[in-house]
């Protein structure tokens, strides 16, 4: 484990925002952070970031991951691979905490997701279409 009490071993380094978020384990893969990043869920200092934005020691990073934000501080760029245990040691989380009523909602959210039906994709079915035509009063009995 790094010697924690000097300057930290990536003080000066920078390195990209993709490869970062995969050695920080944030995503399991450097794909999948660039693919995120992408798609604007990744934010660097409360912009969005393309995965090639190098980033520095202090930077504040939002990720959304499914429903939720996480707000990490990073404290440190690694040289190389770290263990899950001290991967968690180069950034620090800032995300507040949810009140459990908010928490109880989101799980009253997701079951009520589950249960409505999907819509479904391309052209509707005659059964279907048949439906809409009644609910929008155009369909002859």
């Known amino acids: 484990?790094?010697?924690?009490?000097?300057?930290?071993?990536?003080a000066g380094r920078t390195m990209r925002l993709d490869k970062w978020l995969k050695l920080a384990r944030i995503?399991?893969?450097?794909?999948q952070a660039a693919r995120e990043c992408e798609?604007?869920?990744?934010?660097?200092?409360e912009q969005v970031a393309k995965?090639?934005?190098?980033?520095?020691?202090?930077d504040v990073l939002?990720?959304?991951?499914?429903?939720?934000?996480?707000?990490?501080?990073i404290k440190e760029i690694p040289t190389r691979g770290l263990s899950a245990k001290d991967a968690k040691l180069i950034y620090e989380e800032t995300t507040p905490e949810l009140s459990p009523e908010t928490l109880e909602l989101?799980?009253?959210?997701?079951?009520?997701?589950?249960?409505l039906p999907r819509p479904a994709k391309g052209r509707p079915t005659k059964k279907t279409r048949r439906q809409l035509e009644s609910w929008r009063g155009q369909r002859r009995a």
């Open 106 to 115: 989101m799980k009253l959210m997701k079951t009520a997701e589950r249960r």
């Open 62 to 73: 939002t990720v959304k991951i499914s429903h939720h934000y996480r707000t990490l501080t």
């Open 1 to 10: 484990m790094p010697d924690r009490t000097a300057d930290p071993p990536g």
């Open 39 to 45: 798609l604007g869920r990744v934010k660097l200092n």
């Open 51 to 58: 995965a090639s934005k190098t980033v520095n020691v202090g």
């Open 27 to 31: 995503f399991p893969s450097r794909e």
